[in-house]
């Protein structure tokens, strides 16, 4: 069981720590910032436990959306309220968007160069490896609590051997994971 963060020790961050911070997360991944937020957010500048970034995330995968930025939401908003969450939201999409803004003029005028496709899908390959190293690291801190691998297990299953869509998933792992959840919070072994 982790202990209880000492609210004394409790981070403060402002608007501007936020929207700076995430917006060199949003500059830093092409094709999902997924594996830098988590990167930032809880190994750098710590602002958050890997088992809270995981809570986290497992929220705003279920709320409609893109995952990334309903962890902008959650996270500016724990530090800075409505104002903090607006700030984590801009840093995170501003500076992306122009960069993609450049990068399609570009791709319009040179598309057709193999040199360029080559690039692309080399970027490809990356971002994949990114977001596998990201999941590992994810389950690594459930491993933590065994319990959860049932819930890993099950998921595996209903996804892949029933092929069930996601919302069908996500409505029958979502008792178990709660309920796991729920035992891990409170300790019980």
């Known amino acids: 069981m982790q202990a209880k963060q000492d609210p004394s020790n409790a981070i403060t ?4 720590e936020l929207f700076i911070g ?3 997360i949003g500059l830093s991944g092409f ?11 809880v190994e750098q500048k710590q602002w958050i436990t890997a088992a809270e970034f995981n809570a986290i995330l497992g929220i705003c995968q279920l709320v409609p959306g893109p995952n990334i930025v309903n ?10 309220g409505a104002k903090g969450a607006l700030a984590a939201v801009m840093g995170l999409l501003l500076a992306p ?7 399609a003029m570009l791709y319009d005028h040179l ?3 193999e040199p360029v496709q080559g690039m ?26 065994p319990r959860m691998l049932l819930v890993v297990v099950v998921t595996l299953f209903i996804a892949t051997w ?5 919302g069908w998933v996500v409505f029958i792992a979502s008792p178990l994971a709660l309920f796991i959840a729920w035992h891990k919070a409170k300790g019980v072994t």
Do not use: D, H, N, Q
Request: hydrophobic share 55%.
């Open 71 to 80: 962890l902008a939401v959650c996270v500016g908003s724990r530090f800075g």
């Open 162 to 166: 029933l092929r069930l869509p996601l």
């Open 13 to 16: 961050l402002s608007a501007w």
């Open 111 to 113: 598309s057709y160069l």
């Open 22 to 24: 995430f917006t060199k």
């Open 120 to 145: 692309l899908r080399g970027i490809s390959a990356v971002g994949v490896g990114l977001i596998a190293a990201t999941g590992f690291k994810m389950l690594r801190e459930e491993l933590r609590y």
């Open 31 to 41: 094709g999902g910032v997924l594996p830098w937020a988590r990167r930032t957010i």
């Open 97 to 103: 968007i122009g960069v993609v803004l450049l990068l």
